[in-house]
């Protein structure tokens, strides 16, 4: 399908491993195709316990004295579907096919996979060549980067001898990445008490919220939906009107939440007051957020089926007023959106907090949080500052899945390196940046601080869905770039 496309040489690998299956949690057959590749060239490689494989390569001729250069990308992609597609993500390759008006690959009905499988595509490719001038090279191939990035955690740093470091994990050409937030996730837990009453049960919901990633679209001034809700019945001003079944909202907690419920049984004699209360809420709260999220709706229904808090029709197991009061203060009070921004380089978000999940299991309810900063205390202070607050509105506090982030090094001779070369084949200057999201730099650097690193790819769109699309002069131009790039630093 992708015959014809320049580079031919990236395309061919970008092919083969598009008819491998990948998905994140299912990488047995990427790895083996990896090993094979190494196998077939007379490369020496390493497959690591947690999966990793990383293929070295020696110096060409009049690079040898140079320092190692590391080409580093992810085996796993987001294996994602249209839901009218029949294809078995977990066995099947993938139908790759170039759009209409030949600028760009995609797959048809999935995501492409192209962050990172055309990482590997061009390691592959300045392995298998014999025309290239480089230093000696390492491709690290990394398992599992999309659900925690388990194969950075667990890298070996003695399986790698380089230490200037190409992660080809971004999607904006032109964009030098040089620094990444770190993260970590606060869990808050609040255990309910429950009373049986009876009455009739009604869905409150907020739906329609614009949403988006936790991270690079925090600073966007969007509104959460699981906050919007708090808001809601504070507004409503209810008291022990509503007795709550449940409350939910959001799908993960790198995700700024769209929609949020709570389900709540009220008896006859106060209905029609509570139904006012909501009127006059939702009045008050379309006002205020109009602007800002122009597609929020606020529900009120009937309802039926209790679920597990269901002891008969008409009969409810329900959260008392002091545990539900907890939750909705927590709530009221927890950060949201950006805390504080960079002073340098300036204009991009420092630290933030996105409260992405709530849900009630059982006898509890549960938050889920995720905090991010360029800087390491600043995140760990803003954890605190959560954990406190759940326990000042008796919850419990733990903290789940943390990853240090990558600091803007002042000074980076690798850095200049890229950016000199950019300007020699573009003509133009390109933008360094930091980001407000997770890369496996932070990690990297973590097991080997001594490293330099940058991050940079071809420009791929909407990743992770199944509009993702690569840009087919994007792929050539980045290929060139990093051709030039091995050529120079294997001057030294
Ligand atoms: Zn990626």
Redesign the pocket.
């Known amino acids: 399908m992708l015959e014809g496309l320049k580079p031919g040489r990236v395309w061919k690998y970008f092919e083969e491993i598009c008819a491998i299956p990948h998905g994140s949690g299912n990488i047995g057959a990427i790895s083996e195709y990896l090993q094979n590749f190494a196998k077939v060239h007379g490369l020496a490689y390493i497959a690591e316990p947690c999966g990793n494989v990383i293929i070295r390569k020696d110096a060409t001729p009049g690079c040898e004295h140079a320092p190692a250069v590391v080409l580093q ?2 085996m796993d ?1 987001v294996a994602v579907k249209e839901k009218d597609c029949g294809k078995d993500m977990e066995k099947e390759g993938l139908d790759v096919a170039v759009t209409e008006d030949g600028q760009f690959v995609y797959a048809k009905g999935t995501s492409l996979g192209g ?2 499988g055309i ?1 590997l595509a061009y390691g592959l490719a300045v392995l298998a060549s014999d025309d290239l001038a480089h230093p000696a090279i390492e491709l690290v191939a990394t398992v599992d ?2 659900t925690g990035m388990d194969g950075a955690h667990e890298l070996l740093a003695e399986d790698v001898r380089g230490r200037r470091w190409l992660n080809i ?1 971004s ?1 904006d050409e032109g964009v030098l990445l040089a620094g990444c937030a770190g993260g970590l996730t606060q869990h808050s837990v609040f255990p309910v008490v429950r009373d049986t009453v009876s009455g009739d049960l009604l869905r409150i919901a907020v739906t329609g919220c614009r949403g988006g990633h936790s991270g690079t679209e925090i600073d966007k001034n969007r509104a959460n939906a699981i906050l919007m809700l708090a808001l809601l019945i504070r507004e409503m001003d209810c008291g022990k009107m509503l007795q709550p079944l449940w409350i939910a909202g959001g799908e993960k907690d790198n995700a700024i939440p769209t929609s949020s419920e709570i389900v709540i049984c009220v008896n006859e004699y106060e209905r029609y007051e509570v139904c006012r209360a909501f009127d006059r809420a939702e009045k008050n709260l379309l006002e205020a957020f109009r602007r800002q999220e122009p597609e929020v709706a606020f529900v009120l229904e009937e309802t039926t089926g209790g679920g597990e808090f269901e002891i008969r029709e008409g009969s409810y197991r329900v959260m008392n007023q002091t545990s539900f009061e907890n939750v909705l203060n927590f709530l009221l009070l927890v950060p949201f959106g950006v805390s504080a921004m960079c002073v340098e380089p300036a204009g991009l978000v420092e630290t933030s907090n996105n409260v992405g999940i709530i849900r009630t299991v059982g006898e509890t309810v549960v938050v889920d949080s995720s905090v991010r900063s360029m800087i390491h205390v600043r995140k760990q202070q803003l954890g605190d500052k959560i954990a406190l607050l759940t326990m000042l509105c008796g919850g419990i506090a733990e903290r789940h899945s943390e990853y240090p982030g990558w600091e803007y090094r002042p000074e980076s001779p690798l850095r200049d390196a890229w950016v000199a070369t950019y300007r020699e084949v573009y003509g133009a200057e390109p933008k360094v940046e930091t980001i407000h999201a997770g890369l496996e730099c932070g990690l990297i650097i973590e097991h080997m601080p001594e490293t330099d690193a940058v991050s940079f790819g071809p420009n791929i769109f909407d ?1 992770h869905t199944t509009a993702e699309r690569m840009e087919i002069g994007s792929v050539e131009r980045t290929w060139n770039l990093l051709v030039k790039l091995l050529e120079r630093l294997g001057r030294g």
Do not use: F, N, W
């Open positions: 990308g992810h992609m962050d990172d990482a980067e999309e994990d999607e990743i």
